[in-house]
């Protein structure tokens, strides 16, 4: 059964179309990443799945069941923006508490809080906490009872690298176990590897919905191609590629996604004057530009 099916959904916010006939689904074990600006609407289409919001118009199917019914709810974790905990309370009657409110016992709040790399502060308030840790907080909750759906709003938003790192290895766990996970970002260059489909919401509207290398391809922008040239020939492979940038030994070269081969056999062709080539596709930055502002009304 698919994890999450969203069709044709539509919200307006009195004269604001917060989401325009939007449709995606998330399957089993599949990280989708929802991507766009401030105020594409990715709050509201994760409220109206948490069954928080209804919808003005379309269907939505958490698990086979209705958003917000009791057997959607009892599957589904969700892990807000700005995850909100009382300060006197220590994360392991935190925990104990939310586990209690979903009826499983209140003994897991020590596996889990160790799970998200807090069993050390287990016994510590959480008003001494920093931004992180309550982060890891929001997410051990989001694991209570194995949830089969994943609704993470900017998850890693206040996480370090290596606890962004440490989190995603948590989701690439639940994922493998058959968990759907949607999660919004505006942290590009981390979803693309660590996602297997991407969505991009712009005012309202999905402007493209693919794998990164799908993204890729149909948005065919230019590649850059950087050579080094060996010392002192940067010149004469400038000019033999008719590449107008040059910097100190590197040639720079930009091409359309279609000539790439044609000018790596060129490049080739020049043999020793060459020491190496890097192929630089475009990034996740600008393959998110080209849609959002391509469609964008
Ligand atoms: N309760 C509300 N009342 C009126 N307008 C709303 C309401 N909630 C959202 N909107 C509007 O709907 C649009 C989408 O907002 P939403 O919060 O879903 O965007 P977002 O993609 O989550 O943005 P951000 O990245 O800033 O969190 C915005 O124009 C917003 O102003």
Redesign the pocket.
């Known amino acids: 059964m698919t994890s999450l099916i969203l069709s044709r959904l539509t919200?307006t916010?009195?004269r604001?179309?917060?989401?325009d006939d939007v449709s995606l689904s998330v399957a089993p074990g599949e990280r989708v990443a929802l991507l766009?600006?401030?105020?594409?609407?990715?709050?509201?289409?994760?409220?109206i799945v948490l069954g928080l919001?209804p919808a003005d118009a379309g269907t939505v199917e958490v698990l086979g069941e209705a958003p917000g019914s009791t057997r959607a709810r009892t599957q589904v974790a969700y892990l807000p923006?700005n995850a909100a905990f009382h300060p006197s309370l220590t994360g392991e009657e935190q925990m104990g508490l939310y586990l209690r409110l979903r009826g499983e016992s209140p003994r897991e709040a020590r596996p889990l809080l160790d799970r998200v790399g807090l069993g050390a502060a287990a016994t510590r308030r959480i008003g001494t906490y920093s931004k992180g840790m309550r982060q890891r907080v929001g997410l051990a909750q989001a694991l209570i009872g194995r949830p089969r759906l994943l609704i993470l709003?900017?998850p890693t938003s206040g996480l370090d690298p290596v606890s962004r790192r440490e989190f995603y290895a948590i989701l690439d766990d639940l994922a493998a176990d058959g968990a759907g996970i949607l999660l919004?970002s505006?942290a590009l260059t981390e979803v693309e590897a660590r996602t297997d489909r991407i969505v991009i919401?712009s005012?309202?509207v999905v402007v493209a919905d693919d794998t990164l290398a799908g993204l890729r391809r149909n948005a065919a922008l230019p590649t850059r191609l950087q050579i080094a040239a060996r010392p002192g020939a940067a010149d004469e492979v400038a000019a033999a590629l008719q590449a107008g940038r040059r910097n100190g030994v590197t040639v720079d070269l930009v091409c359309e996604a279609d000539e790439k081969l044609d000018r790596l056999g060129r490049i080739a062709a020049l043999g020793p004057l060459v020491e190496d080539v890097e192929i630089i596709p475009p990034s996740l930055e600008d393959i998110y530009d080209h849609y959002s502002r391509r469609e964008s009304r």
């Open positions: 919200k916010f009195g604001e179309t917060a989401l766009g600006h401030n105020g594409a609407g990715k709050s509201t289409l994760m409220k919001i923006e709003d900017e919004s505006h919401l005012k309202g």
